[in-house]
């Protein structure tokens, strides 16, 4: 098994599984294994239902089902099917199944309803196409002016060679499902753009920075798992350059300002700092946070949530 390198995600997930060492909560040695299934149905492991999911990975005791909408339109709660599949797939028993939607870009009120669900959002700022399934895509994105917005890319194959199209890939996951096993697809990941990779790998950076906070067990444990969300975002977005201190002092400051019962967490508050700089020592073993001459940042990547500001070529009406 290889080891996990965040900067190309989506690459290293067409592995059949994927180990790398962490630091659990009771600060003990423990190895934290990502296993990575293409699209089907896991009634078995999602809350007993048999939904299909576009993907699926899973962390001891987790599973993140993966819906992706591959179109032009802002993905909106009121107007989105996606909304109804990312409820159906969020449960907290018997394991943790925390849903994850991958588009091109969501409303800010479908990351709310997504982060309510214990799931996570991730924005491309991309549509994936390839003009040789697609005769008029070139000509079609000429016309409706989405140069910008569409990265093409060649055919899909598998490691065997085998040419894989959406109909061919649906009829595989069903009557040949190893054919279109993450292990047997390598291949195929690698003309994938950066700025689509290094999405996922901020995706993943969530994922794990954010389930520090369902395996707490104490309020001190779940209070400084909230600081360090408050302080892993800006970290992601701003570029780094803290040390350790400046930047608990972040997530504690925004903790501030939205928490609710902050004023109980306030007499534990060098306890909560404690536990919390114990975590960004957690993220440093796994290479999460990295330890430059300068101070700390986040692994190379991109913040998966979009900033306030539209995309180049955005159309709001679309």
């Known amino acids: 098994m290889r080891s996990l390198d965040l900067n190309r995600l989506p690459r290293l997930l067409n592995s059949a599984s994927t180990q790398h060492c962490a630091t659990d909560l009771i600060r003990s040695v423990t190895t934290l294994t990502f296993e990575v ?16 999911v576009d993907a699926l990975f899973s962390i001891p005791y987790e599973y993140f089902p993966v819906e992706v909408y591959n179109g032009t339109g802002l993905v ?3 107007l989105h099917n996606k909304a109804s599949q990312i409820e159906k797939n969020s449960t907290r028993s018997p394991s943790d199944v925390n ?30 196409g390839c ?11 000429e016309f409706l002016n989405l140069d910008s917005l569409v990265e093409l890319v060649p055919p899909i194959q598998s490691d065997d060679g085998r040419k894989i199209t959406g ?19 390598s291949s195929a990941a690698q003309p994938l753009p950066d700025v689509f990779c290094d999405v996922l790998a901020g995706l993943l950076n ?33 570029g780094g350059g803290f040390d350790t201190d400046e930047l608990v002092e972040i997530g504690w400051t925004r903790l501030e300002d939205k928490y609710r019962q902050i004023e109980k967490a306030r007499p534990r ?3 909560i700092r404690s536990t919390t700089k114990d975590y960004i020592t957690d993220l440093l073993d796994v290479g999460i946070i990295q330890r430059r001459s300068n101070g700390l940042y986040a692994r190379s990547c991109t913040h998966p949530h979009a900033s306030l500001q539209f995309p180049e070529g955005f159309n709001r009406e679309s």
């Open 206 to 238: 969530l994922v794990f920075v954010n389930s520090f906070y369902r395996r707490a067990e104490t309020p001190t444990q779940r209070e400084a798992a909230l600081v360090l969300q408050n302080c892993f975002h800006p970290l992601m977005r701003q």
């Open 99 to 128: 849903p994850i939607l991958v588009s091109r870009l969501a409303a800010s009120n479908f990351r709310s309803f997504t982060r309510r669900q214990n799931g996570v959002v991730a924005d491309t700022g991309v549509i994936i």
């Open 167 to 185: 109909s061919v890939y649906d009829d595989l996951v069903t009557s040949e499902p190893r054919a279109v096993h993450p292990q047997n697809m």
């Open 269 to 271: 508050e060098s306890q």
């Open 76 to 78: 909106d709660q009121e």
């Open 37 to 52: 299934f293409p699209k089907g149905e896991y009634p078995y492991k999602i809350r007993e239902h048999d939904d299909e």
């Open 131 to 141: 003009q040789e399934s697609v005769p008029d895509l070139g000509s079609s994105i």
